[in-house]
Every structure is written in structure tokens, then in C-alpha cells.
């Protein structure tokens, strides 16, 4: 690339997951000009996960409900600032109308969406390769000599954030001193969970037959899903004290620092399993519709992935569904307690 590159706009609009492998493009991009302008427009609901990103200069938000007017308005403002650069790491309509009209030099993520469309629909693996989605990002600046620098994913969360959340864990009986799990039970798409009852007999196993303490994370919606396996803690293995329900209670930057807690974090293919990676910490990821090829596995932290590899229905779906396809749910349903729990039990005890 000809010119220099010191202004720069990333856009990313969502959501949670896809927000955080966002990380180590805006880091390395701040390495390569410390005196650069790093500009990240994003959805006003994930904008807590870049608020407080020290690489960036300003973070620009989206609010949805202002609809195709607020759309127009970010445009003009996109046009205002004349960036030297547009990195659009989203590829949907929303990211193409905003930097359209602008004199940027665009620089667009390669989604392999041929590749995916075979994959999904064929089962034909046409992938040559399947980085991780960061990687992908990446890609975008390879023209710049930007290259990944081995440091995985990150997350920053002011002290202020921090401080309270610890006071709640202290008094739930958590000091970051001993064997702690989270769970993560929820998924926004039906097919991407776990089955419930299955996450109730991990929980009252771990809790059980390994004395851990367990911490539920979740979002307002998951309240129920989570009460249900505190209840079920407390019935089976008669140690109420040793769970502690966060879900619906912590913002995404407190369910953060509630991680830094934990020891290994067990969830689903959702957007806290980046959460949990971007903390560095050790996560047990359940795979059901989704494969490895789509790029979304934990990055940058050790982890394990259990999945059905065998299932001739895999994958079905790159984002997850309401119901499984075939009927029959398989490829969670066959992941076993036990699968799970040796992934676990697997890791060192003794926090990272």
C-alpha cells in the first residue's frame, strides 16, 4: 500500500464474540503507528467490550433504534473524517452502506463464504484453510505488513468495574484462591446449548465429588436457565454455598473480571466463550451444530473443544438454529457428562 495509513476506521457492529476477536487487529494496528488515529464503530449494546481499549483513539457507536436515519448520519460522519483507511471486518449490508460514498482505502474480511455455503449445505470441506476468525482479521492488514503476534485475544476492564464485582465474590465465598468453574449455559440460538439437564449433573458432579465452587454467568435472559442449576446444586449436592448465580446481575465487563476468578470456564459456542478466552482462561468449549472451520474456537488460551466429529449431519448451520434439522439433536445430545467433565478435570486445579 502506496500512502500512509494514519487514520483508520474499524468496523464491527457485533456481536459479543465477533467484538473480541476484534482485539488483536486493533492492537497490532496500533503497534505498527503509535501516533495512528484507531477509530471502532460498533453496536451501542457491545460497546462496553472497547470502551476502555487503550489502542483505540475513539469509539463510535450505533444505536439500532434509530434505525436507517442513525445509519445515514454515521455515513455523513464516516465521510467528515476522511479516513485513510476503512477496515470493514463485519461484510453485511449495514458495513457497506456506511463506508459507501467515502475515499477510504477499503480493506474487507474474507468471510469463505463459498467455502461455508459447501461445507453447510453439501458437507463438501472446500476450506484450504481454517484459521481462527482473528486471523481472518487480520488478513485485512496484510498488506501493511501486519502480522499476528502470538499474543491471543484481549479485554479491558477498568478497576472501577473490577472492585465491586470482587466485593460480591468475597462475599460469596470466592477468593480467586481455590478450584473455581464457571458455567456458561446459554447460547442465542437453541441448537448451539448444551441440553440443561446435562449442565445440572456437570454442575452437581464438580460440586459433589470435587468440592468446586461454581459461578453461573449469563445474560437477562439466561436468569431462569442458571436458577435451575442452582437449584439443582443445592437439592442434589446439598452445598448451596458452593454456587454462585451471576446471570442477568453482571454487565459483560463484570462477568469479566467474575472470570478472572474461575479456573476453567465451561460454555457453549457463544459469545462468553470468548469472553472467557480473552481473560486467558482455560475453557472447555461444547461444539454441537458448528465446526472448527468456521473459526470461532477458543483462540489464544488453552482449551479443549468437544464435539461429535462422526455425525453425518455436522455442520448444519454456521450461526445455530431454533431446532435441530434432522430431529434427533445428536451432536449435543451424545456429548456426555462425563465428556465434559474430563475435559475439566483435566486442567490444573491451581488458577492461571
Known sequence: MEHAINKTLIIRLSSIGDVILA???IRLLRKKNSHAQIDFLVKSEYAELVRHNRHLSHVIEFNTRGGFTELRALRRKIRQERYDAIIDIQGNFRSSFLRSGASSTVLKVNKRRLARFFLVNFKWNNYRSAPAVPIRYLETVRSLGIADDGEGLELFVPEETAVPVWDRLSKAG??????????CPAAKHATKRWPREYFEQLAVALVKEDDVKLLLFG?????????LIERMVTQKAGKPSNVANFAGTFSLLETASAMDACNTIVANDSGLLHLAAARKRRAVAIFGPTVREFGFYPYGT?????ERQDLYCRPCTHVGGEVCPEGHFRCMKE???EDVLKAVRSFSPVPA
Open 174 to 183: 470466592i477468593e480467586g484462591d481455590g478450584h473455581v468453574v464457571g458455567l
Open 219 to 227: 445474560g437477562e435472559d439466561d436468569r431462569e436457565l442458571c436458577g
Open 335 to 337: 456429548i456426555t457428562v
Open 23 to 25: 482485539s488483536p487487529l
Open 302 to 306: 488453552e482449551s479443549k473443544v468437544i
